[in-house]
């Protein structure tokens, strides 16, 4: 499935999400739960902007990530209806090495891991049955993303 | 060059109507789990892990190497996997379907004669098995089974990704993987 689609398919989703957002339970809702993972998603976009400006990545590599992190962030902000990025302040980098290359890598593989995992717990209690998929896919990105950083690493694979 | 990637091509469209046969094509389970309840789906999962394991094991016999050892590393997640699933049938009250002989699936995959042949087998096998599970994702309705199918479909992702750094390209080429590419 094309990216365009795949944007297509989150922006359709927004307006069902919209109508179903205020929660009845004690549950968080499903537009808190996107913002939960827009936040990790930006985090992302902003280590992968600062290792590429302090030489920490790989230059194809880090392009290559960054690109995927963007459009994770402008898929998310589309299923949360959003036109347009909402201003926001600058994710911190708290816990990001960027000393060097390796260093790098493996503060940003937690990272990485940390956000796979916040999206499979989000998939579990998910409602909007239409973003599951495409929620799924950034995840799916993400697992792959971690499997990049250890062939980085020069550690296992898998 | 171009004769090869037609045929390369086509050994990519063999493997997966192949997939597709082994998965589709065992018999309904046995047991009786309320209609609803995801057995259904679930048990073609397991039918296409059971497929699956036996094709890396016939992928493994063709590489080479520490490409040969990631096989068998997939092989033992995909069985880690089947049975994971499998216990969610079982749970349902159902009973899960058991694997072919090696023989009978080996029928169905497409002839491997190089490494380049098994890696694209490999990475076929492997988009099925993502976009498998991100469709049961939005059709089970328990979370306990979409916990698991969630976490298998990054799992396969993971896998797809090793194929891909192994034939020489990058491992996560696309920002959203569905197991469509």
Excluded at chain 1, 51 to 64: F, H, K, N, S
Excluded at chain 2, 87 to 104: E, H, I, N
Excluded at chain 2, 130 to 149: F, G, K, M, N, S
Aim: hydrophobic share 45%; proline share 6%; glycine share 10%.
């Amino acid at each position: 499935m094309s990216t365009n689609r795949r944007q297509l398919l989150l922006g359709a989703a927004a307006a069902s999400l919209a109508a179903a957002s205020p929660a009845a339970a004690a549950e968080p809702s499903d537009a808190d739960q996107l913002e939960r993972l827009l936040g990790l998603e930006r985090r992302l976009q902003a280590a992968y902007e600062a290792a590429l400006a302090r030489d920490a990545v790989d230059p194809e590599l880090g392009a290559l990530l960054l690109g995927h992190e963007r459009e994770h962030v402008r898929g998310l902000e589309q299923a949360l209806g959003r036109r347009r990025p909402r201003a926001t302040a600058p994710p911190p980098k708290v816990g990001i090495d960027f000393a060097s290359r390796p260093r790098f890598a493996r503060s940003v593989l937690a990272l990485e891991r940390e956000t796979v995992a916040a999206y499979q717990e989000v998939l579990t209690g998910f409602r909007n049955d239409r973003l599951l998929q495409p929620l799924g896919s950034i995840m799916a990105c993400g697992a792959q993303h971690e499997v990049a950083l250890r062939q980085v690493l020069g550690d296992d694979l898998l | 060059m171009r004769s090869r990637l037609t045929r390369r091509g086509a050994l990519g469209g063999a493997a997966a109507l192949a997939l597709a046969s082994c998965g589709g094509g065992d018999p309904p389970p046995t047991g009786q789990p309320r209609a609803g309840s995801g057995a259904g789906l679930l048990n073609s999962l397991v039918a296409l892990e059971h497929a699956g394991i036996a094709a890396w094991g016939a992928i493994g016999e063709v590489l080479r190497g520490d490409a040969r050892r990631y096989a068998g590393v997939i092989r033992e997640r995909e069985q880690a996997h089947a049975a994971r699933i499998a216990d969610l049938v079982r749970r349902l009250g159902g009973t899960p379907p058991q694997a072919r002989s090696d023989a009978d699936y080996a029928q169905l995959f497409p002839r491997m004669h190089s490494e380049a042949d098994a890696l694209h087998f490999a990475r076929d096998l492997e988009e099925r098995l993502v976009r498998a599970y991100l469709d049961a994702l939005r059709l089970l309705p328990d979370p306990e089974q979409r916990r698991a199918t969630a976490e298998i479909a990054a799992d396969e992702a993971e896998d797809l990704a090793v194929v891909h750094a192994l034939a020489g390209g990058p491992a996560a080429p696309q920002a959203f993987v569905t197991g469509t590419a």
